[in-house]
């Protein structure tokens, strides 16, 4: 059966719900261990011991990746509970792939009949409930009495377990997705590798590289606007459109994107108009590869300049090496944009979906 199938059938097994659903607290419904903090003196970057996080730096869509080790362990999480985190931001939340220590930032909760899923997307659901509960001064936090005194409504298991396994489809679907894109992106890239550059040339000589607008007087609308952590919002206007690298100017420094259609970009972003034909894929590798952390100019925030920029020494081809590249390239990036664009719908048909079944508007039956 085909992903579209199976994507229809989730929809037709929606249908009225009954009222058998009742308000309990969060402690009732599963088991909370509240993070402490290792010495610093016991972390690593080597591996070492047991997987660490101190808050949410390092949570993913749906899994944390680990950076920090710590050889002694305080508080534990088990893997497959979530994680979630109890200081600003609080109450976003992660499902750990591994046994894990946890910091004091964050917190594991485990549903006593052993179903995750439900529980991710329980708190996911309820996080506005949780944050209203803030009780820091100048930084939002909770304790274990507030996540365990949060009042939500939950159905009979069986219904839960459906809950968490429908929506956890549509992530998982969107991960293979993710990881899809990656290994073509990987290929991509030891095509231009494999390129052999006739000649050096300022970047300034071959694109412009311009900043990005304040968003704040736009309508909402269909148009991504991006700021250097990627996608901040859809807006009604676009800034440019077309192939172009976009470049962080502050903030995350080394998230540089390749975009190829209508778009905004907030003040903290880059775009770039290329000045010759077939440049763009290729000018995003080049400009990827570079360790524009190290080209920093800022001092409490990362912060990147045109003057930088433009100044660089860009390794070209020949026009025939880029027609090359661009052929060789292009059903791969064709096949990457097919993917994000399927990613957009179900990311829509999640966030449509999840409220719907956890107020129980509907509900999934046999």
Known sequence: MSWKLKLR?????????????????IGELCDIT??????????????????????????????????????????????????????APVGNVNITPLDMCLGRGVCGLRHKEGNQEFLYYLLQYNKEKLVS???????????????????????????QRKIGKTLATIDNRIAINKKINHHLVQI????????????????????????????????????????????????????????????????????????????WTLDTMFFTKM???????????????LDLVNMNVGSAVPSMTTAVLNSLEMPLPTSEQLVEFEEKVRA????????????????????TLLPQLMSREVSIVD
């Not at 989730?10 to 607290?25: A, R």
């Not at 100048?138 to 219904?159: M, Q, R, T, W, Y």
């Not at 990627?230 to 540089?256: D, T």
């Open 34 to 87: 509240m993070g402490q903090s290792p010495k610093s003196k016991y972390y690593n970057s080597s591996g070492e011991g047991m997987p660490f996080l101190q808050g949410t730096r390092t949570f993913g869509d749906k899994y944390p990746e680990f950076d920090t080790w710590t050889s002694y362990v305080t508080k534990e999480a088990t893997a497959g509970d979530v994680i979630m985190s109890v200081r």
């Open 332 to 351: 791969l990036f064709m096949k990457i944009d097919l993917n994000n664009q399927e990613n957009k719908n179900l990311f829509t048909i999640r966030a």
């Open 275 to 289: 000045k010759i034909p077939n440049l763009a894929k290729y000018a995003y590798f080049y400009v990827k590869s």
């Open 9 to 25: 059938n989730v929809w037709g097994l929606l249908v009225l719900i009954s009222n058998n659903w009742e308000q309990i607290k």
């Open 188 to 263: 991509a890239e030891a095509i231009y590798s494999s390129i052999k550059p006739a000649t050096f040339v300022r970047l300034s000589d071959i694109m412009t590289v311009s900043y990005g607008k304040d968003h704040k007087n736009l309508e909402e609308g269909i148009i991504p606007c991006y700021g250097s952590g990627g996608i901040m919002r859809y807006v009604n206007k676009s800034l440019y459109r077309g192939e172009s690298v976009l470049i962080p100017r502050k903030g995350s420094l080394q998230n540089v994107l390749y975009i190829n259609e209508n778009f």
């Open 133 to 159: 509960r803030e009780n820091g001064t100048i930084f939002g936090s909770v304790n274990k009495k507030d996540i365990a005194n949060l009042e939500v409504n939950v159905p009979p298991l069986a219904e």
